[in-house]
Nanobody
Framework: VQLQASGGGLVQAGGSLRLSCAAS????????MGWFRQAPGKEREFVAAISWSGGRTFYVDSVKGRFTISRDSAKNTVYLQINRLKPEDTAVYYC???????????????????WGQGTQVTVSS
């Protein structure tokens, strides 16, 4: 599975972005999906996850109420809607796919099987 992340950019604090992650295969619809981010000098951290059906979602505390993960299986795409952006949200955002636990929300980066190339989000204060 190849994943292509897009939608990043430079925005002012308080603004919004919608990140997209397009998968190359229809089998994507049976995978759990996640978004991670990596700020300069920091480790890649979990942001949000969604089960294969979209019925289960999970977020890191720092983004709850501002970020929304969703998926459109017909389009082989997972989204991350980011609202009320803060400078500390600045990072490269990566999407990832996990094939072994589709019913779950997967938070460990070591559990994911496929990764996209990342899209840069920069938030100015």
């Amino acid at each position: 599975v190849q994943l292509q992340a897009s939608g990043g950019g430079l925005v002012q604090a308080g603004g919004s972005l919608r990140l997209s992650c397009a998968a190359s295969e229809r089998t994507f619809s049976s995978y759990a999906m996640g978004w991670f981010r990596q700020a300069p000098g920091k480790e890649r951290e979990f942001v949000a996850a969604i089960s294969w059906s979209g019925g289960r979602t999970f977020y890191v505390d720092s983004v709850k109420g501002r970020f929304t993960i969703s998926r459109d299986s017909a389009k082989n795409t997972v989204y991350l809607q980011i609202n009320r952006l803060k400078p500390e949200d600045t990072a490269v955002y990566y999407c990832a796919a996990e094939k072994s636990h589709p019913l779950e929300v997967v938070t460990g980066k070591g559990d994911y099987d496929y990764w996209g190339q990342g899209t840069q989000v920069t938030v100015s204060s």
